[in-house]
């Protein structure tokens, strides 16, 4: 019977918990995977509630009302194409495909196009939160022709996460719109995550005793000892940090890891799990959009490098051997308080956010996504991975300067900056002299610093750009384009 109001293909942990959301919000749904397990923990798993599996394609397309609205929640890249292609012969024009997965943008607008030759729409949906957030309410940017996602909105709305009784849904531009910015939440995401990592490892090693007031940086009488923090005692740093303005999920989950210990061996499992992180192209991705539309985002690129770095485990074992720690430096003297770690953390979140926010800033002016900064910044409150009390602030932000270009210009964060870039530099100065990599931190310092930078150095890349290829210079005290021909006369 052709009553299924939603229908899913793939089957996966995404794609099964979005569509027993989708059956507990009281819509009638209908699923699809090759596999007859995952299609049959569907039928376990939404006992009671309005959804079935269905077996082949046929049947899942049979068993939906018309237009259909049919969502692909598969891994990003051939196997999308594949199920559009395995699907096409079971649609009729009008009906919707959505693509829910990590989709690289161009690959949703080609899509799109080909989809339209044979009359059928389709959006490009970035959903967050993990299988978590799929379950019980994700955040979902959505792109794609404001008519058909019409046609979605209630099941879409209903399904996401609810801050204050506002969905963190939203229609955010048309093509690939939404895919490009899920691509960004990504970006922001992987830095986050390394500024993290960072923080863990320099209250790790250089978290020095707690001290209530005033700087301990430089202080001679910290002993080396003493600065060696458990994992269970940054965990409670991390959880207290999570009650106050550096509130958010990633922080939240960063004690809770800390604090699990391994069944088979007792240890902390965190230390056990190899310094070796994968990833799946979102934020190479952001850095590759960025470099493309001229965009600095130092932080997230940092990040992919890190990443890249840490997977560099056998080169860097063999390293660490020919350069051993740095043994001279006065290390006992750059020891932090949690509290320095704690604004250089909260410092370059704000950063990590306008990184991608200047990039929403320059693919909306020049590719014609018109982004409303404020509705994104409210749909990533809650439910996806970036969620933090600070997009409150951030919304906020772009709600009293719609045209900001960049949020760090916002007198909403002009104290927090100014107060937290001396902390920052701060951190970055403990790691050198510790020899501890805080490439995140340290690209964060940079960019803050170099953005504030009257006059950078540039003027002598200029000169040397027209030394050696006639590149032309602008000068300092007159209007026009200069050569110099005798530079080394
Ligand atoms: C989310 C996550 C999700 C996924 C990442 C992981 O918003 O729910 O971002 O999409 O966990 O893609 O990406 P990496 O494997 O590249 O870290």
Redesign the pocket.
Known sequence: MANAEFGMVGLGTMGRNFLLNVAENGFAAVGFDLSADKRDLLEQEGAGMPVTAASDLATLAASLERPRRIMMLVPAGPVVDSVIGDLLPHLEPGDVVIDGG?SHFPDTARREAFLKEHGIAFLGV?????EE?ARRG??IMIGGDPAVYENVSPILEAVSAKVNGEPCAAHVGRGSAGHFV?MV??GI??AM?QLIAEAYDLLKRVGGPTVSEGSSFGSPHVSKGSSQKTNTEIADIFAEWNRGRLNSFLVEITATVLRKTDAETGNSLVDMILDT???????KWTSQAAMDLGIPIPAIDAAVTM?QISAQKPFREELSSQFPPIGNWPIDNCQLEEKEVETALYTSFIAAYAQGFSLLRAASDEMGFEFDMIEIAKIWRGG???RAAMLEDIRAAFSEEPGLENMIASPRFQSSLSTGREDLRRVVAAGAVAGIPTMAFAATMNYLTALATERLPANLIQAQRDFFGAHTYQRTDREGTFHTDDWDM
Do not use: L
């Not at 970035?126 to 993990?130: D, F, K, L, P, T």
């Not at 992180?277 to 934020?283: D, N, V």
């Open positions: 990590n970035g959903v967050s939160g993990g957030g994700p955040s899920k939440h990504n995401e992987y995550m992180a994968g990833q799946k192209g979102t934020g990443r996806c991975i970036i």
